[in-house]
């Protein structure tokens, strides 16, 4: 069965520093992979996609993800945080086939501190 | 071009009453999606419709719950009668029919029985 695993409630990070959000998940076939970003009291925003290509994912406010096949990772990224990256963090997993649904994880809840 | 829209933003009801979410698609988005999250656990699908008919709806929790979409436009996602335990964070996506990722999402309703 296809998953995805947060592995961490919540990270904190100082303003400045770099940001790694964990995302390890387990799919039959090539994966498609996302990170979505929460922020109170708004939707669900796409930041990034994998499908297929460069391992390395550029998306949207400076995130980045790296993509590993071999550790079945996918895990988030940014060089150097902003308090307002503050929010909660989902990554997902497609699951084939005609419905097109994502698999997503818990949530990690990024907390950075100025 | 508007979003997806879902409204009540936040619904507070009683244990054994019925209330009915809905959920504006940006038009022309074939697809339409239901999800839902229960406090700190992962996002879980609920539905999915093509047009007016329901591709998948194994993610529904049980027959207290039914969703609709006349028409192919707006859907609605009806909880009768409620449970403390369907408390939670409801969200809808759609995405065109040919692009199979690319999801909008709304900003959910929190839903809270009591």
């Known amino acids: 069965a296809q998953s995805v695993a947060q592995p961490e409630d919540q990270v904190n990070v100082a303003e400045g520093n770099p940001l790694t959000v964990k995302c390890t998940y387990s799919?039959?076939?090539?994966?498609?992979l996302f990170w979505y970003v929460q922020y109170p009291n708004r939707g669900l925003q796409f930041l990034l996609k994998?499908?297929?290509?460069?391992?390395l994912v550029k998306g949207s406010y400076g995130f980045e993800a790296e993509f590993n096949k071999s550790q079945t990772s996918f895990h988030l990224k940014k060089p150097s945080a902003l308090v307002s990256d503050s929010a909660l963090y989902f990554c997902a997993v497609r699951k084939g086939g005609a419905t097109n649904k994502l698999i997503f994880g818990t949530g990690t809840l990024l907390a950075v501190q100025p | 071009e508007a979003g997806v829209t879902q409204f009540p933003s936040h619904s507070v009801i009683e244990k054994g009453q019925t209330v009915t979410l809905r959920c504006d698609p940006i038009?022309?988005?074939?697809?339409l999606y239901w999800y839902r999250r229960v406090m700190g656990k992962e996002i879980k699908f609920l539905l999915h419709?093509?047009?007016?008919?329901?591709?998948?709806e194994s993610g529904m929790p049980n027959n207290r719950f039914l969703a609709e979409r006349t028409g192919g436009t707006y859907s609605t996602l009806k909880v009768q009668p409620a449970e403390l335990e369907d408390s939670g964070v409801y969200f809808c996506a759609s995405s065109p029919q040919t692009l199979g990722w690319g999801y909008t999402f709304g900003s959910g309703t929190r839903l809270t029985v009591v």
């Open positions: 994998y499908i297929t290509g460069d391992n």
């Open positions: 419709f093509v047009k007016e008919s329901k591709q998948d």
């Open positions: 038009s022309g988005h074939d697809n």
């Open positions: 799919v039959s076939g090539n994966p498609y």
